[in-house]
């Protein structure tokens, strides 16, 4: 009887660590891969993130290294496991998307392409986000590095009332740009350098000086490398990245 009794505690004991288990495994991650069509009847390639349930929904934009969009990969699966519907995608030219390659040129040059080509790309590549299932409309942020910075700047322009909060890792700025977030109160931003990429820090300080909400947070590192470089060399800002975007656009609930 005493054994019998061992047995059927020993087997509700077993019951209960694997419902805990299985309380506190992350969410499986659904991932597909998806097209959209842009200016010029150009095909560009995407790929999202689900937890599969309801929640906000982040765009993230790439490095210009050639990468592209594989570059997200862990944190958006990171993000996805914690209930956000993340979309990836690559510039005209980069990886699986078609379109010419952007060759470069003097800046002015450079961020007139990137405003007039990849920010209404950008905002194509919003829509794509914004209709998937699941995707709160009222919740939704962006993250860029490098020039994927200016890139989501371009789209928190277009989408004013929509994008809620930006994170930005190492990135290119101009007097537009500045001057919308300094009158745009309501958009939070997550601002993140390595001090000794001088000319981004310098541009990630005054976009976060100029921002005028008070949530706005300067992340400063040594030796961290640029863009989606540092998220392998500091092991602590993907969780940062996760709960800001979990704080802020938990805030930005109707």
């Known amino acids: 009887m005493c054994r019998k ?10 019951a209960t660590a694997s419902g805990v288990s299985k309380q506190t495994k992350p969410a499986a991650v659904q991932k597909k891969e998806l097209s959209f069509k842009v200016e010029g009847d150009v095909t560009l390639k995407a790929t999202l993130y689900s937890a599969g349930k309801p929640g906000p929904g982040i765009l993230l934009s790439h490095m210009c290294d050639g990468k592209g969009r594989e ?8 993000l996805a496991q914690s209930g956000f519907h993340v979309l990836t995608w690559n510039y005209r030219g980069i990886g699986d998307s078609e379109g010419e390659r952007f060759q470069g040129g003097n800046m002015q040059q450079v961020f007139e392409y990137w405003r007039t080509k990849w920010g209404a790309d950008a905002e194509a590549a919003f829509s ?3 209709g998937q299932q699941g995707v709160d409309k009222a919740r939704i942020g962006a993250g860029g590095a490098s020039c994927g910075v200016y890139v989501s700047l371009l789209l928190a322009q277009r989408r004013s009332e929509q994008v809620k909060t930006l994170v930005l890792l190492a990135g290119p700025t101009d007097a537009e740009t500045k001057a919308f977030v300094e009158k745009h109160d309501s958009l939070s931003i997550l601002g993140v350098s390595s001090e000794e990429d001088r000319r981004s820090t310098s541009w990630t300080k005054d976009l976060v000086v100029a921002s005028k909400n008070p949530t706005s947070k300067l992340v400063l590192y040594q030796n961290a490398g640029h863009g989606t470089e540092m998220l392998a060399k500091e092991i602590e800002l993907a969780p940062m990245i996760i709960a800001w975007f979990r704080a802020s656009l938990e805030k930005a609930k109707p």
Not at 71 to 78: E, G, K, N, S, Y
């Open 128 to 130: 794509l986000l914004e």
């Open 5 to 14: 009794l061992l047995f059927i505690t020993l087997l509700i004991l077993l």
């Open 71 to 78: 570059a997200w990969d862990d944190l958006a699966t990171r």
